[in-house]
């Protein structure tokens, strides 16, 4: 068995692509934010069922170091395991783009707004309504407020009026931010509120979003897959202090236009 430290010392490079490259109970502000800053998240075990099927599954190779527990918490690690696929799926944030039909949408017809940070808590347990697994569980979304109010961890809300219809949130390490999730309620809003986190953080001179897991969705918003060790690179070189971002309440139609900026504009086809 092998047990690392802390993320700074995890060999995420030589862990598996595929699978877990750590387990640890340790969901704490300081552990997330570490972990992030390595190329690593979280996915919590959803109910007991998925916790014991952790075990079963990965016990042996917990047991012959090939995935090492980090930290020193006595807190049953295989609560959390803790992922960093290879490849990753990434945008950067010229690259981020509305398909042509959302975009014509937001032109003639959507009257959709956009703000940065003004309802942090309230994206996030969106993102975890109805949700199966249900991976944001109470004590990392926590964890992820109290990183919100120190600067860390960011969320896009967009709206019809004064209602709530979609959001992305994510956490920042230097030029990066690393998408946890998304929701909409309306079709379109969650590709907005990407496109609008992309144009944001592009103003503030950042680089890239990571969307941590390929799906088609993440495709579709004009992710690319670069190589974990890329990734991993990028967040090394990478300043640490937060880009302070524009957080107004903007009109959703300005990503429509070509002249946007930063790529957060209309596709070049579709």
């Known amino acids: 068995m092998s047990r690392c430290p802390g993320w700074e010392t995890l060999d995420v490079l030589g862990?598996?692509?595929?699978?877990?490259?750590?387990?640890?109970?340790?969901?704490?502000?300081?552990?997330?934010?570490?972990?992030?800053?390595?190329?690593?998240?979280?996915?919590?075990?959803?109910?007991?069922?998925?916790?014991?099927?952790?075990?079963?599954?990965?016990?042996?190779q917990v047991e012959d170091g090939r995935i090492p527990l980090v930290g020193e918490d006595s807190a049953d690690p295989y609560a959390v395991s803790w992922w960093s696929p290879d490849p990753r799926p990434v945008l950067p944030v010229s690259a981020a783009h509305l398909s042509r039909s959302l975009a014509r949408q937001l032109r003639n017809k959507l009257p959709?707004?956009?703000?940065?940070?003004?309802?942090?808590?309230?994206?996030?347990?969106?993102?975890?309504?109805?949700?199966?697994?249900?991976?944001?569980?109470?004590?990392?979304?926590?964890?992820?407020?109290?990183?919100?109010?120190?600067?860390?961890?960011h969320s896009v809300e967009v709206w019809e009026g004064?209602?709530?219809?979609?959001?992305?949130?994510?956490?920042?390490?230097?030029?990066?931010?690393?998408?946890?999730?998304?929701?909409?309620?309306?079709?379109?809003?969650?590709?907005?509120?990407?496109?609008?986190?992309?144009?944001?953080?592009?103003?503030?001179?950042?680089?890239?979003?990571?969307?941590q897991r390929d799906s088609p969705h993440v495709r579709g918003l004009g992710a690319l897959l670069v190589p974990r060790k890329e990734y991993v690179r990028h967040l090394r070189g990478t300043g640490r202090d937060g880009l302070p971002m524009p957080t107004a309440t903007l009109p959703a139609r300005r990503l429509a236009e070509p002249a946007a900026g930063h790529g957060a504009g209309v596709a070049p086809s579709r």
Not at 165 to 192: E, I, N, W, Y
Request: glycine fraction near 8%; hydrophobic fraction near 45%.
């Open 15 to 60: 862990a598996a692509p595929d699978g877990p490259v750590a387990f640890s109970a340790d969901l704490s502000p300081t552990s997330l934010l570490k972990a992030y800053r390595a190329g690593v998240y979280p996915f919590p075990a959803s109910d007991e069922y998925t916790r014991v099927l952790n075990e079963v599954v990965f016990a042996d």
């Open 162 to 211: 004064d209602d709530l219809v979609g959001g992305v949130f994510g956490l920042q390490v230097g030029s990066v931010v690393s998408m946890d999730s998304m929701f909409f309620h309306r079709p379109g809003a969650s590709k907005v509120a990407v496109s609008d986190l992309a144009a944001r953080f592009a103003e503030a001179g950042g680089e890239l979003l990571d969307a």
């Open 112 to 153: 959709w707004s956009t703000s940065m940070n003004q309802r942090f808590e309230q994206v996030v347990r969106e993102c975890s309504t109805d949700r199966d697994p249900l991976w944001l569980t109470e004590e990392l979304i926590a964890s992820l407020i109290s990183l919100h109010e120190l600067g860390h961890a």
